[in-house]
């Protein structure tokens, strides 16, 4: 699970805070983190609709934003990230690649193209300084510079 290796590189006081709209997920996720010892204190589960939470997150506040999305909404989620990462802040996008798509200019179905938008606009975004993982599916990371 995703969280417990977030949590092995935090700094020990660090919190992550999850957000996701399934509440099974929420449920392993909890069980998951106490079978690992982890304190209650360092995690915060939110169950609810991401785009109903995230604009509520408080600006700059974030070390890591990890958004894993469907792409039809990766962008707007991407937008919240920007605003909640603190300076030197990190955001990561998963699925990037799309199965191996993106580079592909012939795929122009919707969900390709949201992922190669997505590119497009982290880099051309002054506030971030980012760089593109070819790894598995891809993994876009970007730091905040301002």
Known sequence: ??????????????????IDVDTD???A????????GIRSSRTRLISGRAMDVLPRMADGAYDLVLVDAEPSDVSDYVEQAVRMLRVGGVLAVTNTLWHDRVADPARRDESTVAMRELGKAVRADERL???LLPTGTGLLAAVRRS
């Open 25 to 27: 997920y929420q449920r």
């Open 1 to 18: 699970m995703s969280g417990l290796w977030l949590l092995g590189g935090m700094r020990p006081d660090g919190v992550l805070t999850t």
């Open 129 to 131: 300084t980012s760089a």
């Open 29 to 36: 996720a909890r069980e998951a983190f106490t079978a690992a």
